[in-house]
């Protein structure tokens, strides 16, 4: 053989047509692994994106409830001034000046003194979700506002954004309560828990004093 002839020979074997079986299987091999890491790591971004999503909705829901909040807070006390320019005193009864807000921190306990302040800014007895013929409705509730949702059912509180009853107190009203306990203001303490149901939750609450 010349040496033109090696020398071609030798390219051959060198080139991508002479590349042997083995060569091509652990470059071919090469070649899944790498993309299955891209792979890994595509699906690794898009989790922590999805999670720093979530958290941001979780964080807009709760401030939109809050928001909401106030809104019907302030609203709520508005009615009740011009319930009292009527009547000359608050919406009160026995649940309402039992129910000290510096105490109670569960809003499962806050029910029957939220009803009674139902039925009296809506002009409705026992909850009935249609004011009493000739009573003067102080305020329009949404059905969103109610529990239950279901509209054919009667009332059993004024529900807040977070789904539990707002907290209605006559407790330190000296009107409303000739002998007054401990509360927060000489009227009345309108709140919403945001959702909390213990004491170290009460700092969250959201409340008109």
Known sequence: MTNIEEVTADVLRHSSFGINSSFVIRHSSFRRAFTLIE??????????????VLSTVGYARKKG????????IAAI???CENYKADN??????SDTNALNAQTSVDPTGYQAASLHLYNALFGATAGSRTPNTGARSYFVFKPNMLFPA???QTVQ?????????????TIDNPIANPSPTP??????DLWSSAGGTTANDVSK???NW
């Open 39 to 52: 792979l890994v790591l595509v699906v690794g971004i898009i989790t922590v994106l999805g999670a720093l």
């Open 65 to 72: 409830a809050r928001a909401r909040a106030e809104t019907e």
């Open 77 to 79: 006390s508005a009615a």
């Open 150 to 152: 279901d509209q054919t």
């Open 88 to 93: 000359g005193v608050y919406p009160a009864n």
């Open 183 to 188: 509360g927060y203001n000489p009227t009345f």
């Open 205 to 207: 609450w959201i409340k």
């Open 157 to 169: 509180y004024i529900q807040d954004p977070f789904g539990n009853s707002y907290g209605y107190s």
